[in-house]
């Protein structure tokens, strides 16, 4: 399983970017998939993820301002990133996960960085 991370870049404080994962196989074929971030020095931190079955969940610093979507079809789930602010700075990883009689097991995509500044 690969996952394609992309969309990450340079954007003024208050805009918007939108971050794409596109998975090598089907979507269904796991449990669900979401968006972590991580800054220097700091562990990775869950932003948003999105079940199989359609259930959401997103970081409480990013509620409101973040959507999580996926097109089945294209086997690719989105990040729609509006209202950024400077501490939304990081690397955004994709993620996706299993979970089996062994316990959950982690897929990653490569990180795309996200620059918030003017």
């Known amino acids: 399983v690969q996952l394609q991370a992309s969309g990450g870049g340079l954007v003024q404080p208050g805009g918007s970017l939108r971050l794409s994962c596109a998975a090598s196989?089907?979507?269904?074929?796991?449990?669900?998939m979401g968006w972590y971030r991580q800054l220097p020095g700091k562990q990775r931190e869950l932003i948003a993820a999105?079940?199989?079955?359609?259930?959401?969940n997103y970081a409480d610093v990013v509620k409101g301002r973040f959507t999580i979507s996926r097109d089945n079809a294209k086997n690719t789930v989105y990040l729609q990133m509006n209202s950024l602010k400077p501490e939304d700075t990081a690397a955004y990883y994709c993620?996706?996960?299993?979970?089996?009689?062994?316990?959950?097991?982690?897929?990653w995509g490569q990180g795309t960085q996200v620059t918030v500044s003017s």
């Open positions: 999105i079940t199989t079955r359609g259930d959401i």
């Open positions: 993620n996706a996960f299993k979970v089996t009689v062994r316990g959950t097991e982690d897929y």
């Open positions: 196989g089907s979507i269904f074929s796991f449990n669900g």
